[in-house]
């Protein structure tokens, strides 16, 4: 998809969508209204015009039954990438994926490539109603033999979804609902992660750490811009969950001597806690403040009116850096 806008997330993806179903006949999409509505935030618009029907496969409203169809084309040896409409709707699918995907390619005693991507649109801040603001993927992380990707930035988006569907394992790829549309971004740093799986730093700084992932990296690109002149602030954008690049993150806690880490997830027992764990146990010693979470509290996410309560944003990750660089 050409524009002479920037680039959001929702045409990154599609245009990453067009690009893998040109070069390679064997991508195929299924889910719901993605072909003659281009799905509920238009992300496959088009596509059925220009693949047709057989590729771009609009689904019965029932996700078991869009990933089980897409694990046995997998095994027949297309790259089928489904969509999920909001992630709330990805429960209803979790005996295909945790008992079946992800167990697949070592029943095969490796010897099956399992191309399976799950496009997830994740996340609050669209003034949606129940089941349509979550962020479960901690849930998924645990699972052995998924890869979990959330990105943060449409070129990441398109890149990282390439990557998924060559890969040859089962992929949840989240998409977060709020950056689908969204053109106004903060400024990040060049540079590539050091590998197709590995984390990036979007700022460099030399005081504090802080990690995360999805929507919220850009309120905490803004609240380091907030704090420039006091706190020199150092950004990771993680990329991926599972697996998740820790050593990214060490290294950048040796140069500063602080990690917060923030999410969108509640943090209770979420992505954010792992992390905690890991950087505290190999660089204990490093650490000139203890590590700390910034994450919502543990409860289901309130009706549209009060989500805005409940979302951690700009002013509460300000008060944290300042907090541990006091």
């Not at 045409?11 to 281009?38: H, T």
């Not at 997830?120 to 052995?144: K, T, Y």
């Not at 999410?263 to 979420?270: D, Q, R, T």
Request: proline share 4%; glycine share 8%; aromatic share 6%.
């Amino acid at each position: 998809m050409t524009s002479a806008r920037p680039h959001c997330l929702a045409e990154s993806l599609n245009g990453a969508l067009g690009d893998l179903m040109a070069d390679d006949a064997s991508v195929v999409l299924i889910g719901q209204d993605i072909g003659r509505l281009g799905g509920v935030f238009r992300v496959t618009r088009g596509l059925q015009d220009r693949f047709g029907v057989n590729r771009v496969r609009d689904a019965m409203l029932a996700e078991s039954s869009i990933v089980g169809q897409a694990i046995g084309m997998s095994i027949a040896g297309l790259k089928p990438i489904c969509e999920i409409q909001f992630d709330g709707f990805v429960y209803l699918a979790m005996n295909q994926i945790a008992t079946q995907a992800a167990r697949m390619i070592t029943r095969w005693n490796g010897d099956l490539a399992l191309h399976l991507v799950v496009r997830v649109p994740v996340g609050g801040g669209i003034r949606a109603v129940e089941h349509h603001s979550e962020s479960n993927e901690a849930l998924f992380a645990h699972i052995a033999g998924l890869h979990v990707a959330y990105p943060s930035a449409p070129e990441d988006a398109a890149a990282m979804l390439a990557y998924a569907c060559r890969l040859g394992e089962p992929v949840i790829f989240f998409e977060p609902k709020r950056l689908y549309w969204h053109r106004r971004r903060q400024t990040r740093a060049a540079g590539e992660p050091v590998s197709a799986l590995g984390a990036r730093t979007v700022r460099h700084g030399s005081d504090i750490t802080v990690a995360g992932y999805g929507a919220v990296l850009e309120d905490v690109l803004a609240a380091a811009e907030d704090l420039a002149d006091a706190v020199d602030v150092e950004v990771i954008d993680l990329r991926w969950i599972a697996p998740m690049d820790v050593d990214a993150v060490v290294a950048s806690v040796t140069r500063t001597g602080r990690l917060l880490v923030v999410h969108e997830a509640v943090g209770f027992f979420g992505a954010g806690a792992e992390l905690a764990a890991a950087v505290s146990e190999r660089a204990w010693h490093e650490l000139s403040a203890p590590v700390r979470r910034l994450a919502p509290q543990r409860s289901v996410y309130p009706p549209a009116d009060s989500e805005d309560d409940h979302l951690i944003g700009r002013p509460e990750i300000v008060a944290a850096i300042e907090e541990m660089c006091r």
